[in-house]
């Protein structure tokens, strides 16, 4: 860059969104890259935006989004004072980074794992300490714990983590608030908790009845299929809130995105349905590798990871032939997201060909 500006930022390695469906000749392709949910829209949810929410486009939205505050409020047993919206929680997560720390503060966090971390951490000024996976793709506990000390401004915890989909245990993740001193935040980022079916798992939100210093984000991206209108929260003790608050993108959730969450709210049997449906398709496609040889993490997310190592970018090429764009991560793996039943269908066929070709 030709201009003055922060050099901390030239190390920001770009977000890479997960590619198109490819377009293959005569051929139906999907978009398997992003972990979004195959499911159309909700017909009330797409009637509530109609309805409500085009009408007031000349209108700035209710900043605090206090209706989706009072009704999260009222779901999770606590006050709306201890809830904030974020433009997906990407937004939540980075005021919440921005609030903690800058310059010479450390932020923990597991790793792979959602790439955002490092760029909001970076963007922040602050130094991240990326904590390596255990060769199970689950989260180092114990390493985790031995990285935090007197810089430590932030500890994440992924869970199910992205890309490896792996989840972690009440347990551990009580070793981890014991290790942690309170008055140093933990961040459980759940995005795909409603994904999550493995038994022991850590609930944030049991953990945030207990201990003073936990935050929890949850997103409409995942499970509630609003990916594209951008609208997450973070519960957290008030005076985090409250800070979280002072450094939000001032209006940053927009009208259609409450009015569009209150309406999945409404509509939480339909989409459990959804999840249920997911969560089957998720378990179809393990079974089917599992039987052809593979192995890779038991995924508790509406994703899963194939560890290929070298051998990943050979297999990349292999699944866009067959129109699946998946998330490739070069050298290391491939993150592949459950999609509509025939996208999943192709993915396993992929998987025979390539164990076939002696993957
Ligand atoms: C682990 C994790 N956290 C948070 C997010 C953010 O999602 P959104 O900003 O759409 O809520 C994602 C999205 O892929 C994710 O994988």
Redesign the pocket.
Known sequence: MTFQHRAIIDTIPGYKQGKPAPQVEGQRSYKIS??ENAFDPLPSVVDAIDSHALTRLNRYPDMRGWAVVERLAAKYGVEPENIVL????????TMLVSLVAGPGDEIVYPWR??E?YPIIVTGAGATSVQVPNLPDGGHDVDALIAAVNERTRLVIV?N????TATSISDADARRIMQAVPSDVLVLF?E??IQFNTAEGTSVAMDLFREYPNVVV??????AYGL?GL???YAIAPEDVIDGMRKVALPFGVTDVAQSAALASLDAEDELEARVEAIVAERDRVVAALQVQGWEFPQPYANFFWLPLGDRTEAAAAEFLKAGLSTRVFPGEGIRISIGEPEANTAVIEVCERLKTAGF
């Open positions: 992003s972990n974020g433009c997906g929680s990407t937004e939540v997560i794992s959602f955002a992924n199910p983590n992205n890309p980022d995005a795909y984000a949850h997103t409409f991206s995942k990916a951008r609208i997450g």
